[in-house]
Structures are given as C-alpha cells and as structure tokens.
C-alpha cells in the first residue's frame, strides 16, 4: 500500500463549486504539505502544516483553506472555485529532516 | 526570500551523459536534494547531499556542490529513455523549520 495517498485522483467540477481534496499518510510524519504544480511553474506551494496544531501559509495560500484532521489526515479545500485553479495538486509529508515523500497527485479541472 | 534556480529543459541521445545544473541562494543551506518525477506521477527523492560534502555517487548519478558557487549539479551517466523526466532540485537548512524550497524542475528528454 502506498504511503501517502490522495482522493479524488481525477476531478472535473464547475466554476464556483466548493471542492475538497483529502491526502492520508501512514508514515508516521507530523510534517504534511499541499503544493499545486503548473507546467513551468514547477511546485508552489499553498500551505503547510508541522504538527495537529500547526497550520502555515505557502507562497500562494488565496482561495484555499485546509484542515489538519490528525496527525495522518490533511484536507485541501477550495471554498469557490474558479478556472486558473485548474492544474495538478500534490500532498507530502516529511519527518524532522524535511525530505519529503509526495503523494500520486489530483488533477483538477474547472470549467 | 529563498531562491532556487534550472533550465527548465534538457535533451540528450541515449547513451550519453546528461547533467542537470541548479543554483541556490540560501547561504545556509544544509540539505540538497534531487527529486524525479516521471510523466503522471508525482515526485520521488533521487538523491541528496550535505553542505559539508563536495561530491556523491549512487551508482550512474553523480552529484557535485559548489559550496562557494551555490551550485548543484546532477549527473546522470550512460542516460536512458527511461531517465526521460522532470528533475527537481530542493533545498531546506539544519534548522528544518520551513519548507523545502523547490526549483521550477528541468525536463530531461532522453533520444534513442
């Protein structure tokens, strides 16, 4: 089984909807994160969480939220979403030595 | 802030030996790392490299850094069609309490 996994793996919705994309981890890491990837843009980042009670904002957290459900569940929402979020998102988790182990990706299409 | 910087592409015949380059500008970066991520999947750590070490090799990679230069570079020898991917260098500092700080990636396309 793998490491870290991520629902839905494909995902087609309209412009406004409300989305959410869940990653689970069963390494054991606190450190979880949530990138978005664009072709050229290589990863960016949108937000990051060290522990349960830790939640940070990444390069380009506008029109995303997350929840850090425990210590091996971390949700992505985007609360109205809209055509230029159309792109790949990925999930990662990393221990203390931040070397990170990234999930299969979502790829999300918004009409 | 902290940058990280690749060509964004790279073609090589198979056979021959590809270096990938990155360059950094965190002067305390202590941990570089190489990722790969192959068409639809996501990323997976190729290798890495402490700042207090000038050169490693893993079998057909080989990777240099220029402390002095902030410059990294990957080498992959004898390139197959199979090494055709992104390439992603990543960099983060001993006090690991921010993110690793990606480059855009470098798009090895590998002709037989």
């Known amino acids: 089984d793998a490491d870290v996994t991520q629902t839905p793996r494909n995902r087609i919705t309209k412009t406004g909807k409300r989305i959410m994309l869940e990653c689970s981890q069963t390494?054991?890491?606190?450190?979880m994160y949530w990138y978005r990837q664009d072709p050229g843009l290589g990863l960016q980042l949108i937000y990051y969480?060290?522990?349960?009670?830790?939640?940070n904002k990444g390069e380009i957290s506008d029109g995303y939220s997350v929840s850090r459900q425990a210590q091996a569940k971390f949700s992505l929402s985007l609360e109205s979403a809209i055509p230029n979020q159309t792109a790949l998102y990925f999930c990662?988790?990393?221990?203390?030595?931040?070397?990170?182990?990234f999930g299969p990706g979502t790829r999300l299409t918004v009409l | 802030g902290e940058d990280v910087e690749q060509s964004l592409f790279l073609s090589v015949r198979e056979g021959d030996s590809s270096v990938i380059n990155c360059t950094y500008t965190?002067?305390?970066?202590?941990?570089l790392y190489w990722y790969k991520q192959e068409p639809g999947a996501g990323l997976q750590l190729l290798t890495y490299?402490?700042?207090?070490?000038d050169m490693k090799q893993d079998q057909r990679l080989t990777v240099l850094l220029n402390k002095k230069d902030k410059h990294l570079s990957l080498r992959i020898a004898d390139t197959q069609t199979g090494d055709s991917a992104i390439y992603f260098c990543?960099?983060?500092?001993?006090?690991?309490?921010?993110?690793?700080?990606f480059g855009k990636g470098t798009r090895l396309s590998v002709i037989a």
């Open positions: 490299i402490f700042s207090n070490m």
């Open positions: 390494k054991g890491h606190d450190r």
């Open positions: 990662a988790t990393s221990d203390l030595d931040n070397e990170q182990f």
């Open positions: 965190d002067s305390s970066s202590t941990y």
């Open positions: 969480s060290f522990d349960v009670k830790d939640i």
């Open positions: 990543a960099e983060t500092t001993i006090s690991g309490n921010t993110p690793l700080v």
